[in-house]
């Protein structure tokens, strides 16, 4: 007995010296070296060429030639126009997709969302490249109404899916004891389903707005004659010019910091640093 319990401890001993252990702070640390070489280290850089010039000095002009040259303002009003009306159209259909989807059984549900998913496993270049041919053979034009349907087909499912999770997880009690209150239909849906969606339609706005702002392969594919040009592609053009050269890194870092303002303030006002806070209940 006394060998076969020198013979465990051994073991025991060698197994001890192989053994590995981490800590949850730890296992953070691959994260961390993530974000900082692949976030925090571009964000630095966009923040610092903005603010220097070709000599790397310290300097304003960058930010001034943005605002005082009227064809880069009237890109962004228009990127700011095209993403809204994106997101209204995307809001609009994906609404009444989701609401069904979620009254719909599991199985089936899920099997509707898999077909608007899919599309989503296929290169977005691809997909841009298929509505194309798509319209060409219904007879649409090239142009701006083209890159409205583009832009809106791209990012539908971005909209369906947060308004399909938010209206899935609703309390269903609170519109049974709307209409127990004598509340029709119509008044049940607008002053429970609607109010109790909202974070729904504020993520998918969100996750639709900003995106189409920078988006310029759709446009590029689907501008013809009469399109139009979003941020996204001036950015493009200063860091790399028409021979794939840099032409302007400082004017491109300057446009980029411009466009993390406009997310930062998007957030702050439509509240997407808060917490996911559930309502509870709704006055009829």
Same mark, same amino acid.
């Given at each position: 007995?006394?060998?076969?319990?020198?013979?465990?401890?051994?073991?025991?001993?060698?197994?001890?010296?192989?053994?590995?252990?981490?800590?949850?702070?730890?296992?953070?640390?691959?994260?961390?070296?993530?974000?900082?070489?692949?976030?925090?280290?571009?964000?630095?850089?966009?923040?610092?060429?903005?603010?220097?010039?070709?000599?790397?000095?310290?300097?304003?002009?960058?930010?001034?030639?943005?605002?005082?040259?009227?064809?880069?303002?009237?890109?962004?009003?228009?990127?700011?126009?095209?993403?809204?009306?994106?997101?209204?159209?995307?809001?609009?259909?994906?609404?009444?997709?989701?609401?069904?989807?979620?009254?719909?059984?599991?199985?089936?549900?899920?099997?509707?969302?898999?077909?608007?998913?899919?599309?989503?496993?296929?290169?977005?270049?691809?997909?841009?490249?298929?509505?194309?041919?798509?319209?060409?053979?219904?007879?649409? $034009? %090239?142009?701006?109404?083209?890159? *409205?349907? !583009?832009?809106?087909?791209?990012? /539908? #499912?971005? +909209?369906?899916?947060?308004?399909?999770?938010?209206?899935?997880?609703?309390?269903?009690?609170?519109?049974?004891?709307?209409?127990?209150?004598?509340?029709?239909?119509?008044?049940?849906?607008?002053?429970?389903?609607? $109010? %109790?969606?909202?974070?729904?339609? *504020?993520? !998918?706005?969100?996750?639709?707005? /900003? #995106?189409? +702002?920078?988006?310029?392969?759709?446009?590029?594919?689907?501008?013809?004659?009469?399109?139009?040009?979003?941020?996204?592609?001036?950015?493009?053009?200063?860091?790399?010019?028409?021979?794939?050269?840099?032409?302007?890194?400082?004017?491109?870092?300057?446009?980029?910091?411009?466009?993390?303002?406009?997310?930062?303030?998007? +957030?702050?006002?439509?509240?997407?640093?808060?917490?996911?806070?559930?309502?509870?209940?709704?006055?009829?």
């Amino acid at each position: 007995m006394t060998k076969e319990n020198n013979f465990k401890d051994l073991n025991t001993v060698k197994k001890s010296r192989f053994k590995f252990s981490f800590s949850r702070n730890q296992l953070c640390i691959p994260y961390a070296l993530f974000l900082i070489m692949f976030v925090l280290i571009p964000l630095l850089l966009i923040v610092y060429y903005a603010f220097v010039d070709k000599n790397g000095n310290f300097t304003f002009v960058n930010f001034i030639d943005f605002f005082t040259d009227t064809t880069k303002i009237s890109t962004l009003l228009i990127s700011i126009l095209v993403s809204l009306v994106v997101t209204l159209i995307c809001l609009l259909i994906a609404y009444p997709v989701a609401y069904i989807l979620s009254r719909m059984s599991r199985k089936i549900a899920f099997i509707l969302l898999l077909l608007f998913i899919m599309p989503m496993w296929i290169n977005f270049v691809l997909r841009a490249m298929a509505m194309k041919e798509l319209l060409s053979l219904i007879g649409i $034009p %090239l142009g701006s109404f083209a890159n *409205i349907i !583009g832009l809106t087909y791209d990012y /539908l #499912p971005f +909209m369906i899916l947060p308004l399909y999770s938010t209206l899935i997880k609703m309390d269903k009690s609170l519109e049974e004891a709307a209409s127990d209150l004598g509340a029709g239909k119509i008044r049940v849906f607008k002053n429970v389903t609607l $109010p %109790l969606s909202v974070p729904g339609i *504020i993520s !998918g706005a969100m996750m639709v707005f /900003l #995106p189409v +702002m920078s988006c310029y392969v759709i446009t590029d594919s689907f501008s013809g004659s009469t399109g139009f040009t979003v941020i996204g592609k001036l950015i493009a053009w200063c860091f790399l010019g028409e021979n794939g050269t840099m032409t302007n890194v400082n004017g491109g870092a300057t446009i980029s910091l411009i466009m993390l303002i406009i997310l930062f303030v998007t +957030m702050l006002v439509t509240g997407g640093f808060k917490g996911d806070e559930s309502v509870r209940g709704t006055n009829l």
